[in-house]
């Protein structure tokens, strides 16, 4: 076998080193500011040096055999996010509540964002000729698209294709990592896109239920009646959620209010959203922003289609904006977190100076375990710049394996980007309701029959304990006075789920189809984002301000009293942790009991 070896210093390599140097000493001249480094003096020759990059690839991805290099001539989609100025990320800060009057009037570019100095220099590194770059908007992430010998030249390494199990994958040169000249290295937070060992979880397995032949007896629009099923079949409508979580008591119904949607698995079709919306009575406006080339819709459901249903059943006047890219596919040929953080610079870029109290959903993810580090540090990013620049609420799912995310039966993980101490991670319940949509009970989601050689999303709600983030300070902070929250399994790490809903039984439309599937946390999550837009009009129509991020949940229970914001969950598991009294690994603090939720939320607004 013959591996190519790391790439000699020839005269030609060097010459563009002189190069880089050259441009540096220029800027330099023009401008005593404009060092690769702010506070640093401009590199020589003689003081030149390098920064190996920590990446953090996971170690069983470079110590997997290797079957050969990686082509030369690939095309690879990398992603460089700058770090941001510390001050100015204390000067942000971390408060979740907002006032909707003068709020997300933020430059981010202009205030977290590179120079045109320190751009200029990155782009002469990375800018040779078979490369094209992007900066974001935002000024704070740029894409490189480039062919894997070019790049392995610039970061002196090679990349080399591994074998594990039956998933194929490239690392750089374990033996020779990527370096950047150290100036440069400071300005830069993470690299993306140097590994794609990380696997997106399987797409939700889906099977459609044939109501009865009613469906096919309506020309047009057909909107199935409770009687239309068969009486031994679950149906979970949106106005049994609204109703049974206390969404319709809130008095609004999403207007002027915005959920944007990140759906990097597929796409939906527009027959399909047409029928559901005329039968949920949809009027907000939908539109759709596409990066990274459209997604195909082959995987027998639609995620997409799910999440967008979900929201415009419950909060039918709120304007939903998908924003989608093919991950799925990037995935086999290069990093797919490179195409999810696409998706989610666009959509800082987009509403720095939106609607006050939008909301985010996430409904994809993978083993905190098969992510490097650099793909942590840039989503990590991204979601803090959506909450705590933005006061955005950003929901993910805690994935469907239950309490092992790595797919694999009873080895504890969880997923992420749920278990980002920026996201609000949301766990799944089975919901029983009577006949009249009325609460019978509700268990956590958790499937220990199912079979176990292989997921399937069919196992359970995650949650559990983070290996990549510690504790936030607002989970620790509030957890002192929520029963639960410190318990016995707990170690200082992230602890999630934070809340849970529904994720069973659900109504939804795919491929001309009436069906009850619709389910997990992926549909967990859409309903989430929607209780909370709800939440955010109702309290923005009484006080002018709403509340933003994780920590509201938190601050709620903590300050409750005798209101009840959160329906307990004391039945079931995920396999592995149960469902306990308070705070548990399953279900969070709970499922939101949004009308009094509301309650104690305005009523901590109206005293500030």
């Not at 080399?160 to 000249?181: E, G, I, N, W």
């Not at 319709?248 to 527009?270: F, H, S």
């Not at 959509?347 to 100076?353: E, L, M």
Request: proline share 5%; net charge negative.
């Amino acid at each position: 076998m013959v591996v190519c070896q790391r790439p000699r210093r020839t005269s030609r390599w060097w010459n563009f080193w002189l190069l880089l140097l050259l441009v540096s000493v220029l800027l330099a001249g023009c401008n005593s500011d404009t060092a690769l480094h702010p506070g640093s003096s401009t590199p020589t020759s003689a003081a030149l040096q390098f920064t190996p990059l920590k990446l953090g690839i996971p170690s069983q991805a470079l110590n997997a055999p290797v079957i050969g290099p990686l082509p030369l001539g690939q095309l690879l989609h990398i992603g460089v996010t700058f770090k941001i100025d510390q001050n100015a990320l204390k000067q942000a800060g971390q408060n979740g509540r907002a006032n909707s009057d003068n709020n997300q009037h933020v430059d981010i570019a202009k205030q977290f964002g590179i120079s045109d100095q320190t751009y200029q220099q990155v782009k002469a590194f990375f800018g040779i000729s078979d490369a094209k770059l992007t900066l974001s908007q935002t000024r704070t992430w740029m894409t490189v698209d480039i062919k894997a010998g070019s790049l392995g030249t610039l970061l002196q390494t090679t990349f080399l294709l591994h074998q594990k199990d039956d998933h194929t994958f490239y690392t750089p040169d374990p033996a020779h990592m990527p370096v950047l000249p150290t100036p440069l290295a400071h300005q830069i937070l993470s690299i993306s896109g140097l590994d794609n060992f990380s696997r997106p979880s399987p797409p939700a397995n889906h099977q459609p239920a044939v109501p009865s032949s009613a469906s096919h007896q309506f020309a047009g629009t057909y909107c199935p009646a409770r009687r239309d099923w068969p009486s031994n079949l679950s149906v979970i409508y949106p106005a049994d959620i609204a109703h049974i979580y206390g969404m319709d008591r809130l008095g609004v119904q999403g207007e002027g209010m915005k959920v944007l949607l990140i759906e990097a698995y597929d796409t939906y079709k527009q027959s399909d959203l047409q029928t559901y919306f005329q039968c949920v009575g949809y009027h907000g406006q939908f539109s759709t922003i596409t990066l990274d080339s459209i997604p195909k819709n082959d995987f027998g459901f639609s995620e997409s289609e799910l999440d967008i249903e979900q929201v415009a059943g419950l909060a039918p006047g709120a304007n939903i904006v998908v924003y989608q890219g093919d991950a799925y596919g990037a995935w086999q040929s290069g990093n797919w977190w490179v195409v999810v953080n696409d998706l989610l610079q666009r959509a800082i870029a987009d509403n720095q100076k939106g609607s006050a109290g939008t909301v985010v959903s996430i409904s994809m993810q993978a083993d905190e375990g098969y992510v490097s580090q650099s793909d942590l540090d840039a989503i990590d990013q991204s979601l803090w710049m959506l909450t705590s620049a933005e006061h955005m609420s950003v929901f993910v799912s805690t994935g469907d394996c239950a309490a092992f995310s790595l797919y694999q039966y009873n080895k504890l993980s969880v997923s992420f980007p749920a278990s980002d101490p920026w996201a609000v991670a949301v766990g799944g319940t089975v919901l029983h309701a009577t006949q009249q949509g009325m609460r019978a009970a509700e268990t956590a989601w958790g499937n220990a029959s199912a079979d176990h050689r292989t997921c399937n999303n069919s196992w359970g709600g995650g949650g559990g304990l983070s290996a990549a983030f510690s504790m936030p300070g607002w989970q620790e902070n509030y957890g002192k006075a929520i029963q639960g929250f410190h318990n016995r399994y707990s170690n200082g790490a992230r602890q999630n789920a934070d809340i849970a809903v529904d994720a069973a039984n659900l109504l939804d439309y795919y491929h001309g189809k009436w069906s009850n599937g619709g389910g997990g946390t992926s549909a967990s999550t859409p309903i989430a984002a929607a209780g909370m837009s709800l939440l955010n009009e109702a309290l923005i129509k009484a006080t002018h301000s709403y509340y933003f991020g994780p920590a509201a949940y938190y601050h709620a229970a903590a300050t409750a009293g005798t209101l009840q914001p959160f329906f307990d969950v004391i039945q079931g598991n995920n396999i592995y942790y149960p469902a306990t009294r308070g705070w548990d690994y399953p279900s969070g603090l709970g499922v939101p009991n949004y009308a009094e939720f509301y309650a104690v939320l305005v009523s901590d607004l109206k005293q500030k």
